[in-house]
């Protein structure tokens, strides 16, 4: 019988061991699994949340592929790239690397060791919203300089720019890529396609 991700835990911590982003990566649904301060976090997304991020990551590749701009990835894709928390482990709901930043253009086996250009979140019902901000904050620190967060519910985007500036877009304003992919736009209304 597998041990849980959560059972592992708990063992490793009555040996003393701390966890980590690279032991995460071997156990079995590690992947659903944020590391906070050292302690395991479920980043579980609804169906609703999950449409809307895979929407939005849908318009990102469909405009960066062609084009050659990098690589979008979905919510399964982990960084450990924050150099004010090390231990650091967060998935976003979908992201973006401009072409150039990853060593060799190639994508490591395991977590991303840089941050992403752009980083989104769709919310979901059970979020809380100190987590999406410590999420959107951690991103940000670590070089993030666009960040979107999705409300399903309200059909609206909260826009964050590395400079400092916000944004709040409803459904009939445009989402641009800003500074970050500069060509991208999209109504937002078509992030909440099928919701």
């Known amino acids: 019988m597998s041990t849980s991700v959560l059972e592992s835990h708990a063992i490793a911590e009555e040996n003393g061991e701390e966890l980590t982003p690279e032991r995460l990566l071997e156990m079995?649904?590690?992947?659903?699994?944020?590391?906070?301060?050292?302690k395991l976090k479920?980043?579980?997304?609804?169906?609703?949340?999950?449409?809307?991020?895979?929407?939005?990551?849908?318009?990102?590749?469909?405009?960066?592929?062609?084009?050659?701009l990098?690589?979008?990835?979905?919510?399964?894709?982990?960084?450990?790239?924050?150099?004010?928390?090390?231990?650091?482990l967060r998935y976003p709901d979908g992201s973006f690397i401009a072409r150039g930043r990853l060593p060799d253009e190639k994508v490591p086996k395991g977590h991303i060791q840089i941050a992403?250009?752009?980083?989104?979140?769709?919310?979901s019902p059970h979020d809380a919203g100190e987590e999406i901000e410590a999420r959107r904050i951690d991103f940000m620190k670590a070089g993030t300089r666009l960040f979107w967060v999705l409300y399903p519910e309200s059909r609206t985007v909260h826009v964050?720019?590395?400079?400092?500036?916000?944004?709040?877009?409803?459904e009939n304003d445009e989402?641009?890529?800003?500074?970050?992919?500069?060509?991208?736009?999209?109504?937002?209304?078509?992030?909440?396609?099928?919701?």
């Not at 079995?28 to 050292?38: A, H, S, W």
């Not at 992403?116 to 919310?123: I, R």
């Open 28 to 38: 079995p649904n590690g992947m659903r699994y944020e590391l906070v301060d050292g």
């Open 42 to 68: 479920e980043h579980a997304m609804g169906a609703e949340s999950s449409l809307v991020a895979t929407n939005a990551v849908c318009l990102l590749r469909n405009h960066v592929h062609g084009r050659k």
């Open 70 to 88: 990098g690589r979008c990835f979905g919510s399964d894709c982990g960084y450990q790239a924050f150099p004010h928390k090390p231990g650091l």
């Open 116 to 123: 992403p250009d752009l980083g989104l979140e769709a919310v």
């Open 160 to 170: 964050f720019r590395h400079d400092g500036t916000t944004a709040a877009l409803t």
């Open 175 to 195: 989402l641009r890529g800003d500074h970050v992919l500069p060509e991208f736009v999209c109504r937002v209304s078509e992030l909440f396609e099928g919701v």
